[in-house]
């Protein structure tokens, strides 16, 4: 009897310390996710009408939109050329500003200056940069002797030309988490294979990069959701243009809800985007997480 | 300040319920206190070059000392669409503002929306009722629909062609005649591309933005008019439409006096300034802009014809949201009246640029000299004979947007003009279809 009453004070006890968080969550995740699932299944009311219930157009409506395709193969072609290059660039420049050079707080800060930038901020210089009769990249290509390029008025460079800003702009930022990991691997591991004759190479694949893999995950974790969350410098740079050549997911969602006041249509978007993120997510705790070693 | 003013009004408002006779008279002369001054929230957009938000600000302050009794919150909110999405957000989130300079074509979205009265419903003296006819005709084609109200024009415009007089010149053209006809403007600025030897391009037309502002210009020269009066039509494949973009594509591709791939918007201006293009296409909302900067003789003129002299009007309507009290409603109608009253619209378009929305305005002394000292003020205005509504419909953000595309699309050459047009008639006539469902 004593014994049971104990037990329920201590899931009382349990239950109380989970609730903020499960109202925090409930509130600001789950619940607008169910919203927006609801959403989905609905048609946006005319002049303060009711929404009208319509099953699975909407989806039906994004299998057949061109426009979404388009988007999410852009998407994919973000993601695939950002996180692996900014992920690299970040770690050479780590292991860069790690070693003992003159100037090294230098230019580690030089390194992050591009991180501490607002988007905005960042994008609307970067718009003069790739301006194609005054922007500086053309100045400098005329100065070659090369003619310029309409670095974000030619679909064939437009999206190139946003991922190498989004590298600029995130590299420096995951080039900290790279450092801080590096400067806690402990100095004896590199004695030790000194001692042993390793070379550098061989140390660096061999010992550094295994002990970095948790830092990489979470950075590629968080080079993920930032592919996915980008929407602020596509208003500044090319407002998805042309002709939908720099339209991501986020963005098309964006419009959807308040340049078209389709709220419904861009909830189904947004379903659709959350079941491919629960499938990456997924495969990170199978795949991912059973591969690395934490310390 | 004013939030936490009102949060102290909540609490003390909740404890007199409790009963505190002390904090309930307190509370009584807090209340006397916000019916002293009516507070007002608008938001508003900036979509062309100069400090406009300090005019805005120096005009809301001046309206604040001679009407000690209101008190207007403006909001700057970005460019058009950023403060459509503003305003929806506040009013989603409980906190509608009472007025605010939106998009003078969001008006179907914003009735579809339901968040908008028509000032018919609001105005009450003969005098008011005047007050909404004195407007230019013209612009309140947009504001307009079955006979009421619903927006009032204030930062209006058309597009106009700006010209570098210098570099007409040194290509052997007449520096004070632009071109007349749709010929003549590929003639000459072929003619300025040549002299410079490839150094200055001869015309550059914004395709970001608002692409389907500029075609809508080509077009109507052309003879043709995209849409219906009602927003529930558009003619994008017409061959009328089609022979437009067809003209502009041509520019850059046959001419070869307008760069390739797409023109930013917001940097045109720039490139004009720094004389990288001897004319451009730009809203006269860079009028003021462009003369402060210049180090060169420009000169501003209407745009070129082919059947006819055309632009579409453009820019931003002030509206009255739904919701708010009578009062509000009352002072949000002083306040409107104030900014569009000829001397206040005489003195923002001298600062900008943007049309005197008013043939009143230009009767005012201010106006009458500055467009007699700068002649190429009255052009907007004197354009407006031949101007037309701008692109409105229902799914107004879809239906622009296809149109959008379709320019692009054809600029940059991964499609034909006729292929763009038919494909965007096709994704504006879904979008319709969705929307007369909805209905």
Wanted: aromatic share 12%; no cysteine; charged share 20%.
């Amino acid at each position: 009897m004593v014994i049971q009453n104990a037990d329920r004070r201590m899931q009382i006890y349990g239950a109380l310390l989970l609730l903020p968080a499960a109202v925090l969550l409930g509130t600001f995740a789950y619940l607008p996710t169910v919203a927006t699932l609801i959403n989905s299944f609905f048609l946006p009311g005319f002049r303060g009408a009711p929404p009208e219930f319509v099953g699975l157009e909407n989806y039906a409506m994004l299998v057949e939109d061109v426009t979404f395709w388009k988007v999410a193969r852009n998407n994919l072609i973000y993601a695939l050329g950002t996180i692996p290059t900014s992920i690299a660039l970040a770690l050479g420049m780590a292991l860069f500003v790690n070693a003992r050079l003159p100037g090294r707080g230098f230019v580690r800060m030089a390194y992050f200056t591009p991180t501490i930038l607002p988007m905005i901020a960042a994008a609307n210089i970067w718009m003069f940069f790739y301006a194609p009769q005054i922007g500086l990249f053309n100045k400098l290509l005329g100065a070659l002797g090369l003619s310029g390029v309409n670095w974000l008025g030619d679909p064939g460079m437009a999206l190139t030309s946003v991922i190498v800003m989004t590298v600029w702009k995130e590299a420096g930022f995951f080039m900290i988490f790279y450092l801080a990991a590096l400067q806690s691997i402990p100095p004896e591991l590199k004695e030790a294979s000194d001692l042993e004759g390793t070379s550098r190479w061989s140390f660096f694949w061999r010992v550094t990069f295994p002990l970095l893999m948790p830092t990489t995950l979470f950075v590629l974790i968080n080079a993920l959701i930032n592919a996915v969350r980008v929407v602020d410098h596509l208003f500044i740079l090319t407002k998805g243009g042309p002709n939908n050549a720099t339209n991501l997911l986020l963005y098309y969602v964006y419009e959807n809800a308040f340049s078209f006041f389709d709220r419904t249509y861009a909830a189904t978007i947004t379903v659709v985007i959350l079941l491919v993120l629960a499938v990456v997510a997924t495969l990170k705790f199978t795949v991912l997480d059973r591969r690395t070693h934490y310390q | 300040m004013n939030a936490r003013f009102s949060l102290v009004k909540d609490s003390l408002a909740k404890r007199s319920r409790m009963g505190a006779a002390a904090l309930a008279g307190l509370l009584a002369a807090g209340s006397l206190n916000a019916q002293a001054q009516t507070e007002l929230t608008m938001y508003y957009p900036v979509a062309v070059g100069g400090a406009l938000t300090d005019v805005i600000d120096g005009l809301v302050a001046e309206f604040e000392n001679e009407h000690p009794d209101i008190s207007v919150d403006a909001i700057y909110a970005g460019n058009y669409d950023d403060t459509r999405v503003r305003a929806m957000s506040a009013i989603e989130a409980g906190e509608a503002p009472q007025l605010s300079v939106l998009f003078s074509i969001d008006l179907f979205d914003l009735l579809e929306q339901d968040a908008i009265i028509a000032f018919d419903e609001v105005v009450e003296s003969e005098e008011e009722r005047e007050w909404l006819d004195s407007f230019y005709p013209g612009l309140m084609e947009n504001g307009r629909i079955d006979g009421q109200t619903y927006g009032i024009p204030f930062q209006r415009s058309t597009i106009v062609l700006y010209w570098n007089k210098d570099a007409f010149e040194a290509a052997g053209l007449d520096p004070e005649t632009p071109p007349e006809t749709w010929e003549e403007m590929a003639e000459m600025a072929a003619a300025v591309r040549e002299a410079s030897g490839g150094e200055q391009w001869g015309v550059m037309v914004p395709s970001t933005g608002y692409p389907y502002w500029m075609f809508q210009a080509f077009a109507f020269q052309d003879g043709h008019r995209l849409m219906n009066e009602e927003g529930t039509e558009v003619y994008f494949d017409d061959p009328a439409a089609i022979e437009a973009l067809e003209y502009w594509v041509s520019l850059a591709e046959e001419h070869e006096a307008m760069p390739d791939g797409t023109i930013e918007w917001g940097t045109l201006r720039q490139n004009f300034l720094e004389e990288s293009t001897a004319m451009m296409w730009h809203s006269t909302g860079n009028l003021t802009a462009v003369r402060n900067d210049a180090s060169f003789d420009f000169g501003v003129a209407m745009l070129p014809m082919k059947e006819q002299r055309g632009s579409p009007t453009g820019g931003g309507n002030f509206y009255l949201f739904k919701g708010s009290s009578e009062e509000e409603q009352h002072a949000a109608l002083t306040f409107i009246r104030w900014m569009t009253a000829p001397e206040r619209a005489a003195a923002w378009s001298i600062e900008t640029g943007y049309m005197g929305v008013s043939p009143a305005a230009y009767e005012t002394q201010a106006l009458q000299s500055y467009v007699e000292e700068f002649p190429p003020a009255a052009v907007a205005r004197d354009q407006l004979e031949h101007a037309t509504a701008e692109l409105a419909t229902y799914q107004g953000g879809r239906v622009r947007r296809a149109l959008d595309n379709a320019v692009q699309a054809a600029l940059t050459g991964q499609m034909s003009p006729e292929e763009a047009l038919k494909q965007a008639q096709a994704e504006a006539d879904a979008a319709l279809r969705r929307y007369a469902r909805s209905r």
